[in-house]
């Protein structure tokens, strides 16, 4: 939640207010599930059929593909996807949950660290690029993947890669 | 110094340390566990499942919807 909450303020910082009402909200709505309102929800974990996730993947990829980016039809498909995800992921914890092992707390440990470092690598660059005034001595991420988003083969590996991410992460894996 | 340089290779380096944490999970499980089994550990909670949600629509919203680039 801290880090949810520190992105906010970043974004307040950055005066990107769409990002600052996207992690505000998350904080708002992980702040629920710290303070114990985790009583609502599905009681068991929904699953979809294989099809109707990759039939959702495949009409979201070629809907993004052809919609310009920054548009109404780009905006509606994200916003689509989010009672997607409610409804794949809003399940109640189970009451008796695995402890981890040494290797699973080591895992979490250097994960958790190589994201730290990827971001804050990010935040270096996006500092320097203000500081500075100069993008291109200091580029962030988006400066460097924004001009390969404007071409049609760099917009469909991003489509596909975070469609298939997501379908992988939220629907399929967790269907096992 | 070259910072755009040092920060590419740093962008770089990251990615590749993912594929070889990826690797030696693959490879020696006890070491690291395999990233199939640490998602399933930490979706146990909702909180994760929220978070993990949140940052990856935003990545969509970010790259597809907002304005990337000030």
Not at chain 1, 106 to 118: E, K, L, P, V, Y
Not at chain 1, 130 to 143: A, M, N, Y
Not at chain 1, 155 to 161: Q, S, T, W
Request: hydrophobic letters at 60%.
């Amino acid at each position: 939640m801290v880090i949810f909450v520190g992105t906010a303020v970043f974004h307040i910082w950055r005066g990107s207010w769409q990002d600052v009402a996207i992690f505000g909200i998350s904080a708002l709505l992980i702040l629920t599930q710290v303070f114990g309102l985790t009583r609502f929800g599905f009681s068991r974990q929904p699953k979809a059929p294989l099809w109707l996730l990759m039939l959702v993947v495949a009409v979201a990829a070629v809907t993004l593909y052809f919609a310009p980016r920054h548009g109404v039809v780009s905006f509606t498909v994200l916003m689509a996807l989010i009672p997607i995800g409610i409804a794949l992921l809003f399940y109640k914890d189970q009451k008796i949950q695995a402890q981890p092992s040494t290797a699973m707390f080591r895992s979490r440990i250097i994960w958790g660290s190589w994201a730290t470092g990827f971001a804050l690598t990010e935040l270096v660059a996006y500092v320097g690029s203000k500081l500075s005034g100069d993008l291109e001595k200091f580029p962030t991420i988006s400066v460097i993947l924004d001009p390969v988003l404007d071409t049609p083969i760099g917009r469909a590996v991003f489509v596909v890669l975070w469609l298939i991410g997501g379908a992988y992460l939220f629907g399929v894996r967790r269907q096992r | 110094m070259n910072w755009d340089l040092l920060i590419e290779l740093g962008y770089l380096g990251f990615v590749s340390l993912g594929f070889v944490f990826v690797l030696i999970a693959k490879l020696k499980p006890t070491a690291l566990v395999p990233l199939d089994t640490l998602l399933r550990f930490i979706f146990q909670h909702r909180i994760t499942r929220i978070a993990l949600f949140m940052v990856w629509w935003w990545l969509g919203w970010h790259f597809l919807v907002g304005v990337t680039v000030r």
